[in-house]
């Protein structure tokens, strides 16, 4: 890391393209899937879209100024593929490609580091309709976008991550059915899902070599330790099958180029066939990741499977259901309910020393890779006072006890160089719409969408200021 030109610790936020960008048909942009899916699915359960959103197309400037003036030195952002290439294959449209060089260079012009993910959930229509992910040339088609965007950013992006939580978009997909195009329970398409995503990501990786880049590389991955419930008969068994379910399909092959060598047994367990060809072990090989991202927001909390059949649940609705996060994996494991840990109002376990056990247990396992906290946030329903601004004293003490718990495991040797707030500003939620708000500086978007500083804005400056310097 020392070689890099960069800081030696990254603080930051982060935003998806599709979240904050708006001008959904702008400037030649193509559809992306979450465009059509939230023009016309009657499973859009809040019936919001992102064709406005924070507008950040167009106010992209004072938002990075705001993040500058914070004291962040880097952000952490996506390129729409769509506004790359409008159809995901061939012709490139230079205004989008304008467009990214414009963000691009605000970051530089403000002493920001880019941090640039390539694929954030928002896969061209034109090639959703050819099966996505679920195509056996989508790794082609994504290693040809992301040689496009190296070749055009790659002089000033020196940190690039392939795709952002292969393992949780996978799931919304196919499994809990919230993510277009709703599949549910579908553990054929949820492995075949991972498997691409991580092939693609390889293949970039690779490409990114071949090309001479010489920045960083790696995946984000959304980072849940697996613990086990200490009442499970079976820990070691629960806790193999977890991890496999949760962490492992992704890890192994961004760490260790290759696929978890228990896959195929428990793919057998699963009754899953998993589409392979020759060769893509070379390309696993070849595309070991320069780091790893981590997403942390809470953990894998297991016991054993008691029986039933395969199912998953989640709470898209907040305050006003009770209904928790959870899952049963046939034959594997089951989540389970720890009744001592306090949960938000999506069900969700508040556990800021998870963030330790997260990245200990990678230092452990693989061997301390370089790691960076690319999202950690909360998610809360918040009303401003009179002035506009935003009291969030209790995203403030969720994420101070997060942060230290990641200065823990530094202290002890994690190679942690990098933590990113899940979010730069208010955005869309991707099943939760505009109410559920994670955002450093409240986006009012029934007026004219003014931007303002929360209180955690101004306690996240001193926090990175006190760190700067010790
Ligand atoms: C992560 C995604 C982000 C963001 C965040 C919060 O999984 O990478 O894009 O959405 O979760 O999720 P949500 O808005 O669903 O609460």
């Not at 702008?26 to 465009?35: C, F, P, S, T, V």
């Not at 001592?340 to 330790?356: A, F, Q, S, T």
């Not at 559920?436 to 500086?441: A, D, E, F, T, W």
């Amino acid at each position: 890391y020392a070689n890099l030109q960069l800081p030696d610790f990254l603080w930051g936020s982060a935003t998806a393209a599709y979240q904050c960008e708006g001008a959904w048909d702008e400037d030649g942009k193509g559809l992306g899937e979450w465009d059509y899916f939230n023009h016309t699915s009657a499973k859009n359960i809040n019936n919001v879209d992102g064709d406005v959103s924070c507008d950040f197309y167009h106010r992209y400037e004072e938002d990075i100024r705001l993040l500058a003036d914070g004291g962040q030195n880097t952000y952490r952002f996506s390129i729409a593929w769509s506004r790359i290439l409008p159809n995901g294959v061939g012709e490139v449209n230079e205004e989008g490609v304008a467009f990214y060089n414009r963000v691009i260079d605000c970051c530089v012009e403000h002493g920001v580091v880019p941090n640039v993910t390539l694929f954030h959930y928002d896969l061209p229509y034109a090639l959703a309709c050819k099966g996505g992910w679920l195509n056996a040339d989508v790794a082609k088609w994504f290693c040809d976008y992301a040689k496009i965007c190296f070749e055009r950013f790659g002089d000033r992006v020196k940190v690039w991550a392939t795709i952002n939580e292969p393992h949780f978009y996978s799931y919304c997909v196919n499994m809990l059915g919230n993510y277009p195009p709703n599949r549910s329970l579908d553990m054929q398409s949820f492995m075949q899902y991972q498997y691409h995503l991580m092939l693609a990501s390889s293949l970039a990786v690779r490409a990114y070599r071949e090309m001479g880049g010489d920045g960083i590389i790696g995946v984000v991955h959304d980072g849940g330790v697996v613990e086990v419930d200490p009442t499970a008969e079976h820990p070691e068994e629960v806790f193999r099958g977890a991890d496999f379910m949760a962490n492992r399909m992704i890890l192994v092959p961004c760490l260790q180029g290759r696929l978890p060598e228990e896959m195929d047994e428990m793919l057998q367990k699963l009754d899953v066939l998993l589409y392979r060809v020759p060769g893509d072990e070379e390309i696993f090989a070849q595309g070991v990741g320069d780091y790893i991202g981590l997403n942390v927001y809470c953990r894998e909390y297991a016991t054993d499977w008691r029986g039933g059949e395969t199912q998953v649940s989640a709470n898209n609705k907040g305050g006003s259901s009770k209904k928790l996060e959870g899952k049963v994996i046939a034959p594997l494991y089951q989540t389970t309910c720890d009744p001592d840990v306090p949960r938000n109002k999506w069900g969700r376990e508040i556990l800021p020393r998870v963030m330790y056990s997260t990245i200990m247990d990678i230092v452990d396992r693989y061997d301390n890779p370089l790691i960076f906290i690319t999202e950690n946030g909360h998610g809360a329903y918040e009303d401003p006072d009179a002035e506009g601004v935003v009291h969030d004293e209790e995203r403030i003490e969720v994420l101070g006890q997060f942060v230290e718990h990641m200065m823990r495991a530094r202290a002890e040797g994690a190679n942690v160089h990098g933590y990113y707030v899940w979010s730069t500003m208010d955005l869309y939620s991707w099943i939760n719409g505009y109410q559920k708000r994670y955002g450093l500086v409240r986006i009012d978007f029934d007026n004219n969408l003014a931007r303002v500083p929360k209180k955690s804005w101004y306690w996240y400056r001193d926090l990175i200021n006190g760190y700067l310097n010790q």
